[in-house]
């Protein structure tokens, strides 16, 4: 690349830098950007800078992957309904153990090695996420939906420029632990907070107008159309509750939402720092 390029790159950023200084971006974190090492580098990377520009990043992390592995070993089948995962009480273990446990300290000593403050968060924390049991899709057990947010305990890491990183368990009123979608609660707490932007690393490049014609990638819509195509099947299987998450946390005043594809390297700073960006921008 000419030197000139690399300079016209960094002014390119500048009026996004300077618009979203003190800004908090809720990041939900999943998919290959977790598993493959050299992405995972560069999210972590892309979170240091963030914050280093004056941006407070919120990440909430999923790791759907991680608890088959782990049930799996324990001659346990993984069950889903609609995306959700049948929680009895003895996979809510492994659930907890593994989200809270292993993927959130593996999250937040990442973020601290590549010159960040981390600070790993599960919903219980502080009372940071309150949880009831969700039977919108049957009775799964113990799957959450989240009832409150108390964005108190996330200003005041933030405050102290901590990047919190929350796994999504949460515990009810009844003393019960409940497991919740991460795109739910990185939806709710973008939404609690009043987040400038959502953005949802995921495994396509965004939202296709006709998925299988990789030409058809849109580049932003409203939240109207948005649940026209959802209604319409245009957007379809595990895309409907991460839309639907967006238009939730866009009606709770969130600015901007977006859908990007964490298999590119620093997907996350080409999608805010550049003029077009490259996934799906959801709007009110
Ligand atoms: N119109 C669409 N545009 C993009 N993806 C779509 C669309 N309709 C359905 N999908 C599906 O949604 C999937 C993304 O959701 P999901 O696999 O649950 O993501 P993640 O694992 O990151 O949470 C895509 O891989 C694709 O199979
Ligand atoms: C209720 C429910 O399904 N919870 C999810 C929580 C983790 C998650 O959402 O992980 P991904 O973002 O990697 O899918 C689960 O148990 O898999």
Known sequence: METIEKANILIEALPYIENFR????????????????????????DLVFLKLVGINPVVVHGGGPEINDLLGKLGKKPKFVNGFRMTDKETMEVVEMVLTGKVNKEIVSYINRCGGKAIGL??????????????????????????SVNTEVI???????????????????????????????????????????????TDVEGIY???GNKDSLISSLDIKTALDYVNE????GGMIPKVLCCINAIKKGVKKTHITDGRIPHSMLLEIFTDSGIGTVIVR
């Open 22 to 45: 003190g800004k908090i971006f809720v990041v939900k974190y999943g998919g290959n950007a977790m598993t493959d090492e050299r992405l995972k580098h560069m999210v972590m990377e």
């Open 122 to 147: 599960s919903g219980k924390d502080g009372g940071l996420v309150t949880a009831d049991k969700d039977l919108s899709n049957g009775d799964l057990g113990l799957v959450g939906y989240v009832k």
């Open 155 to 201: 200003q005041l890491f933030i405050k102290e420029d901590y990047i919190p990183v929350i796994s999504p368990v949460a515990i009810g009123e009844d003393g019960e632990t409940y497991n919740i979608n991460a795109d739910t609660v990185a939806g709710e707490i973008a939404g609690s907070l009043g987040a400038e932007k959502l953005i949802m690393l």
């Open 209 to 211: 107008k006709d998925y």
């Open 233 to 236: 099947g245009v957007i379809d």
